[in-house]
């Protein structure tokens, strides 16, 4: 048995590939139901956020399995297998288990430490296992991945500073604006995402916050908690005029705003500077739009000047980082070939019975 990984990252490969590949949470029974029928997967996960998407997979052979897995993920986004091959990266244990450690504890983010990874490995892991796609392999693999990321954040340095792309948003909105006090920002999407950059804007000290979402309700409940206005998705258009900043984190499979939209916007805002910042992949903002006058467009790939000042400030703490995780991949593997031993009589038993 063999525990594989084959995926994409933000180091790799562009924004523009990533969101032909990225997976919505809606689509997740029928990838399941199709990697277990069609691919031939004992167990699987994805994970599919702004800077990544990966198949982690458990299989009995390499050989074929990585080739079907690739087949499939090719389909999905409508890239070519050779395109694909070239941009996407394919491990296998004990590589594909160091990588995932490292991801969940944030070692392989665009922000070093970032906060929202290990929320997003968690609730991929509850999606999968809700939907019958893991067994025990995966249940310990992942169980031991997450505590292998709060022993991280709890025993070393890595989480301090600007550790989500949601802060370095925040952060790149000052520096064109300056102090956000006077600043009518506009929130689209109400996500883990989202909230965690509500919070950085409420800290900075933004007094006009408004938040959009699909779901009036959970816009209404954030509001609730953070003192912000709640606005209804259809009332986008004319946000859009009196907003000075706009940030977007949405799942969304098209976009939320096009060229011609925010070219209206800006003659009614008789050119007044708008900063559009979209965390969404798929992105949510039509990439023309930045091309206008006064606007100020940015997607995640945008945002490495900001991160790399905030890798360098943590980049003491990654050595001992890379220590915890190195004990809990080796802990992992042998539990495993402690239970693969276990179990290797009871196989041979019931393949001589067949």
């Given at each position: ?64 399995s990585v080739d079907r897995l690739r087949r499939f993920l090719s389909d999905h986004g409508g890239v070519s297998v050779t395109e694909l091959a070239q941009q996407a990266y394919c491990y296998t244990e004990p590589q594909s288990i160091q990588h995932l450690f490292s991801v969940a504890s944030g070692l392989d983010s665009m922000v070093l430490g970032e906060a929202e990874i290990v929320q997003q490995v968690k609730r991929a892991y509850e999606s999968a296992r809700e939907h019958g796609a893991t067994g025990k392999v995966f249940n310990v693999l992942f169980q031991r991945a997450l505590n292998t990321a709060k022993a991280v954040r709890t025993q070393t ?198």
């Amino acid at each position: 048995m063999h525990i594989v990984l084959l995926g994409v990252n933000h180091r790799l490969t562009p924004i523009e590939l990533r969101e032909r590949l990225a997976f919505r949470s809606e689509q997740l029974p029928a990838i399941f139901a199709r990697l277990r029928e069609e691919v031939g997967l004992q167990e699987s996960l994805v994970l599919s956020t702004c800077n990544r998407v990966e198949i982690y997979a458990r299989v009995p052979e390499v050989n074929g399995s990585v080739d079907r897995l690739r087949r499939f993920l090719s389909d999905h986004g409508g890239v070519s297998v050779t395109e694909l091959a070239q941009q996407a990266y394919c491990y296998t244990e004990p590589q594909s288990i160091q990588h995932l450690f490292s991801v969940a504890s944030g070692l392989d983010s665009m922000v070093l430490g970032e906060a929202e990874i290990v929320q997003q490995v968690k609730r991929a892991y509850e999606s999968a296992r809700e939907h019958g796609a893991t067994g025990k392999v995966f249940n310990v693999l992942f169980q031991r991945a997450l505590n292998t990321a709060k022993a991280v954040r709890t025993q070393t340095g890595i989480g301090r500073g600007s550790t989500s792309v949601g802060t370095v948003a925040v952060e790149l909105a000052e520096k064109i604006f300056g102090h956000l006090g006077s600043a009518v920002v506009l929130l689209v999407g109400a996500g883990k995402v989202g909230e965690l950059t509500l919070r950085r804007l409420i800290d900075r000290g933004v007094k006009d916050l408004r938040i959009m979402n699909r779901s009036l309700e959970r816009a209404v409940e954030l509001t609730e908690r953070y003192e912000a206005t709640p606005v209804a998705l259809g009332r986008l258009e004319e946000q859009l005029v009196e907003a000075d900043i706009v940030i977007t984190s949405t799942s969304a499979a098209s976009y939320l705003l096009s060229r011609a939209d925010v070219e209206l916007a800006m003659k009614r805002r008789h050119q007044r500077p708008l900063c559009l910042v979209d965390l969404g992949v798929p992105r949510n903002i039509e990439p023309a739009a930045g091309c206008l006058d006064n606007v100020y467009r940015f997607d995640v790939d945008d945002l490495q000047g900001l991160v790399m000042h905030a890798h360098r400030e943590r980049q003491h703490a990654v050595e001992a980082s890379q220590a915890i995780i190195d004990d809990k991949v080796d802990r992992f593997l042998a539990w495993w070939r402690e239970d693969a031993d276990a179990c290797a009589p009871l196989l041979s038993e019931h393949a001589a019975a067949r």
